[in-house]
């Protein structure tokens, strides 16, 4: 089997493609112009340096694949961005995939769509629904939390100061899942037959986790005492009132204050399954996936036995 990997250079892209090469799958790695894989990983894989999003003829690059992994998203979740990526970039590499009759598309997509209140959001589902109307099976994969976006707060924490929280601490839960783990069960998909599209909503070793308990753990992990500091939901309200006014005015300014929907989304709302008829988040009905868990993730960090990851441009902290 060959697989083309979009988006091979990011976070979980680069994760699926270790996960990959590991076992010895013939990968072409899609990779923007101006960005490198690793030696280990160049040197096994064929790389195909090309923008999706931008260069008209990047599709003549691609050999014949069997398969197909997009993990491409937005940058920053801004309205332009979202929607050259999270559905255009996204429709032309599906646009690909059915030129070469490709056997599966596999979608990393996001839990957060189920309530979709943002830009980023609207996108990512206007392209799910396009690949299930496509003759190419699909799995669409929605990830709960990610470790890297629940990092924010180490330097804060090792200098001594309180853990931030919306409310209690208690307003959202999630079950977080490792890269490694992810890449796993994305991989995973390849070897299931498809007829049409399906939707998997997954996360990592449960139980679900609440703020306060992240707090809780990171401490521990830091071999600190217990500190937090409570900030209500509404301060992004506040902020985006002020700055709404100038968003007109300027790209910069729209971009601010779609950012502070953004964050108060992720203040707000958890990141698990929603169960519609009760109108509620449901962590027994969100499914787990793996091994590694955020405390032990959170212990390797503080040892030095691993680095902090990038978070891009969605951080908070």
Request: charged share 25%.
């Amino acid at each position: 089997m060959r697989v083309l990997v979009a988006g091979a250079t990011g976070y979980m892209g680069a994760a699926v493609l270790r996960e990959l090469v590991a076992r010895h799958v013939d990968v072409v790695a899609l990779v923007r112009p101006g960005r490198s894989l690793p030696e280990s990983i160049r040197t096994v894989v064929t790389v195909v340096e090309a923008d999706v999003a931008e260069d008209a003829d990047w599709s003549e690059q691609i050999p014949a694949v069997d398969a197909v992994i997009s993990c491409l998203a937005s940058r920053n979740g801004a309205p332009d961005d979202a929607h050259k990526v999270d559905y255009d970039a996204n429709r032309r590499l599906l646009d690909c995939a059915e030129r070469h009759n490709v056997g599966h598309f596999v979608l990393l997509s996001a839990i957060c769509v189920q309530k979709p209140r943002l830009a980023f959001q609207r996108e990512k589902l206007r392209f799910e629904r396009l690949l299930h109307d496509s003759p190419v099976p699909g799995t669409i994969v929605r990830a709960t939390a990610f470790f890297r976006s629940l990092v924010g707060q180490i330097d804060r924490v090792k200098a001594g100061k309180p853990f931030l929280l919306f409310g209690n601490g208690e307003l959202t839960a999630c079950k977080p899942i490792s890269d490694r783990d992810l890449a796993r069960f994305i991989v995973n998909q390849l070897d299931e037959h498809r007829e049409g599209t399906v939707v998997l909503p997954i996360g990592g070793p449960g139980p679900a986790i609440a703020p306060a308990a992240q707090a809780a753990m990171l401490c521990e992990a830091a071999n600190v005492p217990l500190k937090t500091r409570s900030l209500p939901p509404r301060m992004f309200d506040w902020f985006r009132w002020v700055l709404t006014p100038l968003a007109g005015l300027s790209p910069r300014f729209a971009k601010r204050v779609e950012f502070l929907r953004i964050a108060k989304f992720y203040a707000t709302e958890s990141m698990l399954c929603w169960d519609h008829d009760h109108q509620c988040y449901d962590a027994d009905a969100t499914p787990e996936f793996g091994n590694d868990t955020l405390a032990a993730f959170y212990q390797r960090i503080l040892s030095g036995d691993e680095s902090v990851p990038e978070r891009g441009e969605h951080r908070l902290f």
